[in-house]
């Protein structure tokens, strides 16, 4: 039913980047770029940055001004700069410039989190994996599909719990789902078509 709904919305940045055969480095930047940043802001910035350059190598080299001109107006540009900066130098020099595909080592790298680290290993390599953001960890509590304190025990759950089979998609569907239906503050429950199985966990104002 989720994905049937989402369908009349956008797909999320990161997934339409995967489905333009876009390289894991690629994907990792994006990531980095699209951190409280909206998805128009972060294509745009993309495209920018990538006709640039769009390996470690050649991104390594532009001056840090240049990745600021070309990323601006994402959120935090200037930190975002330095942080790609030194991601380039590390996947240049530990590396030998391929992006590692385990979380372990990802989360290693500099501005690079565990949602991060779990979008480039699902969307970047295609292997399993589960990333809980926000919107997922928000509506699968709002569902009482899980109950957890944060994305972690979430991602934990729900590895042992959702069919592995789900598991590549299910970030795509739940953020064009929170971002346009079950929003955090008085979702649209009344056009929703999971309403009568939603516990509404934490929903004191609905649509």
Same mark, same amino acid.
Request: charged content about 20%.
């Given at each position: ?42 294509? $745009? ?22 990745? $600021? ?139």
């Amino acid at each position: 039913m989720v994905n049937e709904a989402v369908r009349q919305w956008p797909a999320p940045v990161l997934g339409v980047a995967a489905a333009k055969s876009a390289t894991p480095f690629q994907i990792l930047i994006a990531c980095i770029l699209s951190l409280r940043t909206k998805d128009r802001v972060t294509s $745009e910035a993309a495209i920018r940055l990538f006709s640039l350059a769009s390996n470690p190598l050649a991104m390594s080299r532009l001056k840090l001004s240049v990745i $600021e001109a070309a990323i601006c107006p994402v959120a935090f540009y200037r930190t975002k700069s330095k942080q790609i900066h030194d991601t380039c130098h590390t996947l240049i020099n530990s590396y030998h410039s391929q992006v590692p595909s385990s979380i372990d080592e990802l989360v290693t790298l500099k501005g690079v989190g565990r949602k991060t680290a779990n979008l480039v290993v699902t969307v970047g390599f295609g292997k399993p994996g589960i990333c809980v953001d926000v919107h997922v960890h928000r509506i699968c509590n709002r569902w009482g599909y899980v109950e957890s304190r944060n994305a972690i025990e979430t991602e934990s759950l729900l590895k042992g719990k959702l069919p592995d089979r789900y598991w590549l998609t299910f970030n795509d569907l739940l953020v064009s789902f929170g971002q346009n239906l079950c929003r955090p503050v008085s979702p649209f429950c009344s056009k929703c078509p999971l309403e009568t199985h939603c516990s509404k966990i934490g929903v004191t104002r609905n649509r």
